[in-house]
């Protein structure tokens, strides 16, 4: 917990479960071990519910998926493991001091992610700059564009208050006649 210095600080308890796809009959993989809203994913976490954190469970069960987890370079590793935890925070009172259940453990609360983008490629297809989806892309570029997009390099973005000028042809440069 070297990123959550909180969390360990307060005695939080992690347990992580391995997952895996169900197989056919020929053992090759089906499906995925984990969804979330129906888009297969390599890890989950939850809080653990009281009653089985009073029974000895974990604070927080963190869900990998088998099948892929031993693919993965131990840095992915390591990302995966410090998302998952970064969703977490130890609730604090007004005087900073770590708020317990009734059983004396830290209680804990999600921590929202900085940016939820949902997109639908056709509608970005359709309304490019006017739609939702290029303006959020374009909102976390504009907050964060290094850090989640390297790969980009220093670019401008478009215009997003001109919906028209993706359609227009790009003006050549020269001299007129």
């Not at 056919?24 to 979330?36: I, L, T």
């Amino acid at each position: 917990m070297e990123h959550h210095p909180d969390l360990h600080a307060s005695g939080v308890t992690v347990e992580v479960i391995f997952g895996y796809a169900s197989r056919n009959a020929d053992g090759e993989q089906v499906g995925h071990a984990y969804k979330v809203h129906q888009r297969p994913v390599s890890s989950t976490s939850s809080k653990t519910k009281l009653i089985d954190r009073v029974l000895g469970a974990a604070d927080i069960r963190i869900e990998l998926d088998g099948d892929q987890w031993e693919s993965l370079h131990v840095d992915q590793q390591a990302a995966i493991i410090d998302r998952e935890l970064q969703s977490f925070a130890v609730a604090k009172d007004a005087e900073d001091g770590v708020i317990l259940d009734s059983h004396g453990r830290p209680k804990l609360k999600r921590r929202l992610p900085d940016f939820e983008v949902s997109i639908y490629t056709e509608i970005a297809k359709r309304h490019r700059e006017a739609s939702v989806e290029v303006i959020s892309m374009a909102q976390v570029y504009q907050q964060v564009g290094q850090i989640v997009f390297p790969f980009l390099g220093q670019q401008e973005l478009p215009q997003l208050a001109d919906p028209d000028a993706a359609e227009s042809e790009p003006k050549k440069k020269g001299k007129k006649k």
